[in-house]
């Protein structure tokens, strides 16, 4: 699979969520815990430093990945951004 090919995302946030990012909704849901996905779900969990068990509820927030873990799918680039399959969330702020 090509590494900018979108995929769902996985995996969660702990925290509340920032008011910008309520405003925006640049959140990534939990959508997948298959044994396909298990390895990046592990990797964010432990990047993320989640100290409790992880639910379906649970979102990442967009400022948890570095710019350059996302690709644009239009010319209008700024309002078409999706996560590549490789990203791990590089930002932590628990």
């Known amino acids: 699979m090509h590494p900018h090919q ?46 409790k068990p992880v639910s379906k509820f649970m979102r990442v927030c967009s400022l948890h990945f570095a710019e350059e873990d996302y690709f644009y799918r239009s010319k209008d680039f700024k309002k078409r951004k999706k996560l590549k399959n490789t990203a791990v969330p590089s930002n932590s702020w628990s």
């Open 6 to 51: 979108y995929t769902s995302v996985l995996v969660v946030a702990y925290q509340a969520l920032t008011e910008k990012a309520r405003q925006l909704r640049i959140v990534f849901p939990f959508r997948d815990s298959n044994n396909a996905h298990r390895d990046k779900r592990k990797a964010w969990i432990l990047k993320l430093r989640i100290g």
